[in-house]
């Protein structure tokens, strides 16, 4: 079945330093990618999408990289703020409904 | 709109007992999945309906764990028995279209088997 491997695990910064958050999938098949935030004792929320047909996506300090070749996606996020800190998912949808989570990469930004 | 909500928020059980969470998804949302998150494991899908009907019932989780959704509006999620290691964060999340649409989270119930 569908895998998805997210790196790095976690991640500490300066605020104002940028970051990249990687994410890599199997199944060739897999058409949307949205990504989800889960800060400290809050709920998961979704903050960027792509659909296998676009290569990149921007969202205000977010940017989405898409490469289906290599099944890769990369979440740059630049300025970063202490409020940022948060564990940041990427998923990968399967068969049109499930959907498969990588583990998460725990972001710490430091004022 | 509330969004998603669950109860209980917080459910501590005795090995053996039964327990019950509940989902409400967000109003005119399709699509339900009910997830387990721990630290090691990340997010793991148990279950997934579409329009009520049960498309995905949790591969390993099946043996223990029994989700069901009564009306479009509230779905519950049976553990019998618990086990310590069933100790974990209960997601619930609703969308649209599925797999293919943004999912709207809950904010979980937090569950202790002793």
């Known amino acids: 079945g569908e895998q998805v491997e997210q790196l790095p695990s976690s991640l500490i910064v300066q605020e104002g330093a940028s970051v990249l958050i990687n994410c890599s999938y199997t199944d060739s098949a897999s058409v949307y990618f949205p990504w989800y935030k889960q800060e400290p004792g809050k709920r998961l929320q979704f903050i960027i999408d792509?659909?296998?047909?676009?290569e990149r996506k921007q969202n205000q300090r977010l940017t989405l990289l898409f490469d289906k070749k290599t099944k890769h996606l990369s979440l740059h996020i630049t300025a970063t703020q202490p409020g940022d800190s948060a564990i940041y998912f990427c998923?990968?949808?399967?068969?049109?409904?499930?959907?498969?989570f990588g583990k998460g990469t725990h972001l710490h930004v430091l004022p | 709109d509330a969004g998603v909500t669950q109860t209980p928020r917080h459910e501590v059980a005795e090995k053996g007992q039964t327990i019950i969470l509940k989902c409400e998804p967000v109003?005119?949302?399709?699509?339900l999945f009910w997830y387990r998150q721990t630290k090691i494991q990340g997010l793991e899908l148990l279950s997934y309906f579409r329009s009520k009907s049960l498309m995905e019932d949790g591969g390993a989780f099946k043996d223990r764990f029994k989700a069901e959704m009564l009306n479009s509006s509230f779905s519950t999620l049976k553990i019998q028995p618990t086990e310590p290691k069933d100790s974990a964060v209960y997601l619930c999340?609703?969308?649209?279209?599925?797999?293919?649409?943004?999912?709207?989270f809950g904010p979980g119930t937090r569950l202790l088997v002793l």
């Open positions: 109003s005119g949302h399709n699509d």
């Open positions: 999340a609703s969308s649209l279209l599925g797999g293919q649409d943004t999912q709207y």
């Open positions: 792509i659909r296998s047909n676009m």
């Open positions: 998923s990968v949808d399967t068969n049109a409904y499930k959907v498969i």
